[in-house]
């Protein structure tokens, strides 16, 4: 069965220093994998996602993840946070391939200190 | 840009009553999917349409039922109402083919009392 873990529920970042936040999936098969984010009373939307391409996907907002399969990681990257970071990060796996049936973890808090 | 349109934003309901939700997907998508995000939890899939028809189905309740029309909006029907379904309900849109980017829209926040 598919299923992501997200090891840390919060981080807590200066703006300017270095953005990780953890993943790990478990999958039978080759996943598509997602990160999306989640703004106070706004929608999720997706920052990037691995469809089995290139390992180290690049997306919005200078955020990066690496897919590592002898890991079962896919961990979320920035250089350096901006306060608009702050928010709610969900590493999600899909079921199907597609947009389908999507399995999300249970989020990381990012919050950003200036 | 259109984005996905959800109605109404906000609602409160009582125990044991019907709610209704409402779900306008971005023009020419034709898939609809519901998720379901309880008080600090993580979304969970509930349902799915594409072309008027139930694709794929999640945790959702028997009470509960779903619909797409014609004109591709779905609507999710929510009867019997229990506290525990205070959540908020997202709807996200995309086009079956090509494997393109499902789109969330704002959410409906429901409140049962």
Redesign the interface.
């Given at each position: 069965a598919q299923s992501v873990t997200q090891l840390d529920s919060h981080v807590s970042v200066s703006e300017g220093t270095p953005v990780l936040l953890r993943c790990n999936y478990s999958s039978s098969y080759s996943p598509s994998l997602f990160w999306y984010v989640q703004h106070p009373n706004k929608g999720l939307q997706l920052l990037l996602k691995y469809t089995s391409a290139a390992t180290l996907v690049k997306g919005i907002n200078g955020f990066e993840a690496e897919f590592k399969k002898s890991e079962t990681s896919f961990h979320l990257t920035k250089p350096s946070a901006h306060m608009s970071d702050a928010a709610e990060y969900f590493c999600v796996v899909s079921l199907s391939g597609g947009y389908n049936k999507l399995i999300f973890g249970a989020g990381t808090r990012l919050a950003v200190h200036p | 840009a259109a984005?996905?349109i959800q109605s109404p934003r906000h609602l409160i309901k009582e125990k044991r009553e019907t709610a209704t939700l409402k779900c306008y997907p971005i023009p020419r998508h034709d898939?609809v999917?519901w998720?379901q995000q309880g008080p600090g939890?993580?979304?969970?899939?509930l349902i799915?349409f594409y072309e008027k028809m139930q694709?794929?189905k999640?945790s959702i309740p028997d009470r509960f039922s779903a619909q797409q029309f014609s004109d591709y909006h779905s609507e999710l029907n929510m009867s019997s109402l229990e506290l525990g379904d205070s959540a908020l309900y997202?709807c996200?849109s995309?086009t079956r083919t090509g494997?393109?980017?499902?789109?969330?829209?704002?959410?409906t926040r429901l409140t049962v009392v």
């Open positions: - | 984005g996905v898939t999917y998720y939890q993580d979304p969970q899939f799915s694709s794929d999640g997202f996200a995309s494997n393109t980017e499902a789109f969330f829209g704002q959410g």
